[in-house]
């Protein structure tokens, strides 16, 4: 049974019941989620936990069979995924979506473009759009890409390219920056540079990320809610979900069963 929404200041995004059926299968479960204005909350669990459909049905690329989702105080259910991308609820993908012949600078520049209150300019002339440059090269900066800004994004190494998509999701000015797993396929190098990127990002938005690094997830998380087979298993700190048994069975010994101890527990993966 759902929880009633609530009109709670401090929660930025709550789902009710909310369910998702794919021809008799259900893949999400009567999930009931609050995410806390400001922190950084995970979504984790096994193999078809439902982590991917809830982001699905949260930014409305699903529509829920049942159940509510409210955003910064407002029902969102019946809204477009484009209408909610205009609230501020936006959302980053598991495989890099930058565009690859334009440069770093000029993916950049292009989320930039919504500033401008208009649709976007590929008509007007590369001058029209340079009031957008500072912006662009300061976002750049902040993601460590400034040296690279005029090589095109299908030349950069994968972690840099991921670099690049948070560039270009914080240049919509989001409210919340949903991560669906940014560290997959990366190495240990560029998994600390995203972290930290993400830590940065995050110290006046909230971010709700799915991740399969239970690392990443012990490092920066302040609350995770672990599913399991499409509902929500438990919630609370990396220290206490580490140690509830019902999370130690889902996971059958993949890492969070290593004694229950955070720091032990945190080295291993569990895939969306």
Same mark, same amino acid.
């Given at each position: ?25 259900? &893949? ?6 609050? =995410? ?12 078809? *936990? ?18 509510? #989702? ?12 484009? &209408? ?5 609820? =936006? ?42 440059? /500072? *912006? ?5 900066? /902040? ?47 560029? #998994? !600390? ?9 995050? !110290? ?13 997830? *012990? ?6 809610? =672990? ?13 206490? =979900?580490?140690? /509830? ?19 032990? !527990? ?7």
């Amino acid at each position: 049974m759902g929880q009633s929404l609530t009109a709670d200041p401090s929660t930025i995004i709550e789902t009710d019941g909310l369910t998702k059926d794919f021809k008799g299968f259900r &893949a999400v479960d009567g999930v009931s989620l609050r =995410v806390q204005r400001g922190s950084i909350h995970a979504l984790i669990g096994p193999n078809g *936990a439902g982590k991917t459909t809830c982001f699905n049905l949260i930014t409305k690329f699903l529509e829920p069979t049942g159940g509510r #989702i409210r955003f910064d105080g407002q029902d969102i259910t019946g809204l477009s995924p484009a &209408a909610v991308a205009r609230l501020g609820l =936006v959302r980053s993908f598991q495989i890099s979506a930058t565009f690859p012949n334009l440069t770093v600078l000029e993916n950049v520049r292009l989320a930039l473009q919504r500033r401008l209150g208009t649709s976007f300019h590929f008509w007007r002339s590369e001058r029209s759009l340079e009031t957008l440059n /500072d *912006a662009a090269h300061g976002l750049l900066a /902040d993601v460590g890409l400034e040296d690279v800004h005029d090589r095109q994004a299908v030349e950069l190494p994968y972690g840099r390219k991921r670099a690049l998509e948070i560039a270009t999701t914080l240049a919509l000015d989001p409210k919340v920056m949903l991560l669906d797993e940014p560290m997959a396929g990366m190495g240990r190098e560029d #998994i !600390a540079r995203i972290s930290k990127l993400i830590r940065k990002a995050a !110290a006046n938005r909230t971010v709700l990320m799915v991740e399969h690094n239970l690392s990443v997830v *012990a490092e920066l998380s302040d609350r995770i809610t =672990v599913l399991a087979r499409g509902s929500v298993l438990t919630e609370g700190t990396y220290a206490e =979900v580490s140690r /509830d048994p019902k999370v130690i069975e889902a996971y059958m010994g993949t890492g969070l069963a290593g004694g229950g101890h955070g720091p032990a !527990a945190a080295g291993s993966t569990a895939h969306a």
